[in-house]
């Protein structure tokens, strides 16, 4: 079992509408958590880190659930500028291996007008 | 500008001929990072350095070497490259905290690799 796994998609979706996907992690002591965004062929970029609170940026939300090991990403009223690859990534926390962090394969969202 | 560079941004080569791809980063980080991405594998860490002459491997690290003589320098180097080390290869770096707290790491802009 993958230690990141999230839904390859792709999401279509309408401008305009909503979009949500989750990601499960495997190692119950994962401490950090986040969203990357990659454009095709681009690097990974940090969309936004996910706390156990949940957390809001705008138009994007993210939410933690520890218990069931999954984070989630929410895209509300997308924009065609939202057309990218979102990364799941997990952070160990492991002192010994500094800032070591784990990917999903990634979930591809393409909006259409 | 705050950057990560690398080089070259594509290399088509033939096995067993060693290259060196290039990792550069201007924000006076302590951490860097390589990292290699594959359909369906995500990305996944070769080598990182927490300091100056302080490496480790990752997940992936056979088939490659590193050096950090520099701070802002961490070359990946294949000695022998071989086909299946065909991929899209990105550097990263970050600062470094003690304790093990996540600092966002920012990475280059890719070098894709075709080995024949």
């Known amino acids: 079992r993958k230690e990141v796994e999230q839904d390859p998609g792709p999401f279509n979706v309408p401008e305009g509408a909503t979009v949500a996907f989750n990601c499960t992690y495997s190692?119950?002591?994962?401490?950090?958590f986040f969203w990357y965004r990659q454009d095709c062929r681009k690097e990974p970029k940090l969309l936004m880190s996910?706390?156990?609170s949940g957390n809001e940026d705008g138009r994007f939300t993210a939410q933690l659930n520890r218990a069931s090991q999954y984070i989630s990403l929410l895209i509300r009223d997308s924009k065609l500028s939202d057309s990218a690859t979102y990364l799941c990534?997990?952070?160990?926390?492991?002192?010994?291996?500094?800032?070591?962090?784990?990917f999903g394969g990634g979930t591809r969202v393409l909006v259409k007008p | 500008e705050a950057q990560v560079t690398q080089n070259p941004r594509y290399l088509i080569t033939v096995t067993g001929k060693k290259l060196t791809v290039t990792c550069s980063q201007n924000?006076?980080?302590?951490?860097m990072s390589w990292y290699r991405q594959d359909p369906g594998l995500g990305l996944r860490q070769i080598y990182y350095?927490?300091?100056?002459?302080?490496?480790d491997k990752g997940d992936v690290p056979e088939g490659y070497k590193v050096s950090r003589k520099e701070k802002r320098n961490f070359p990946l180097i294949l000695e022998s490259p071989s086909p299946n080390q065909t991929s899209l290869y990105f550097c990263?770096?970050?600062?470094?905290?003690?304790?093990?707290?996540?600092?966002?790491?920012?990475f280059g802009p890719g070098t894709r690799l075709t080995v024949l």
């Open positions: 990263a770096s970050s600062l470094y905290t003690r304790g093990g707290y996540y600092n966002e790491q920012f």
């Open positions: 190692n119950s002591a994962s401490q950090s």
């Open positions: 996910v706390y156990s």
């Open positions: 990534v997990v952070n160990m926390g492991i002192k010994a291996a500094g800032n070591k962090l784990t």
């Open positions: 924000m006076n980080h302590e951490y």
């Open positions: 350095s927490m300091n100056v002459e302080v490496t």
